[in-house]
């Protein structure tokens, strides 16, 4: 079984810093500065909340105003691990953790940016598993594709050889009786003991 290809997505471009946000003490929130030129021209920022079945966010601008959405988990299709450039000549990569929306790029939202990609991998995973979300991960083409094979929601793994019958269990099994009893029934009976079971 292949992995499932997803629609590609334009380059990634990132004009923040470092984002760390911890998927073990949600709901978590984190501040994204807009990639693209033009919203930054107008100084959007949004402050996304991240909670274990929905996703807030508002995008700020002093220019604009306020703009409220709230997407529910179901809504995005996996966590991807992403590069992004700080510049268009590609120099200075930056590694995203993003939760990828299902068809609305713009509410897609940065869970963990680095630049030097300590521990990016660690908390792809974690936020996948905490959210219950499938890995996703981005090829040299910009197409994102399945970590993992899956069979619905289901993670399916490489089938493991048999480890064989446990030598324990192949073993005469302990005869009935006990040490200084009589190990007939007959016996028993003729000295008045009861057998303990049968």
Known sequence: MGRAT???LTRKRWAGGEIDADPFA????VTI???DLVPRLFGFIRYADIRNDVVKAT???PILGLFDWTEPLSAYRGVALRVAHRKASGAKPVILV?????????HSVVLHASFDGADVAARWRSWARVLRLPLLLEDRGGELQEAERRLGSLRID???PHAGAN????????TFGHTG???LFQQRLSTGTRPLAY
């Open 167 to 174: 030598p324990l269990s192949t073993r005469r099994p302990m």
């Open 158 to 160: 490489v089938p493991q």
């Open 59 to 61: 995008d700020s601008s």
């Open 26 to 29: 949600l709901p978590q929130r």
């Open 181 to 183: 009893r009589p190990r």
């Open 33 to 35: 500065p807009a990639p």
């Open 6 to 8: 997803i629609a590609p």
């Open 98 to 106: 993003e939760i990828v929306h299902e068809t609305n790029e713009k």
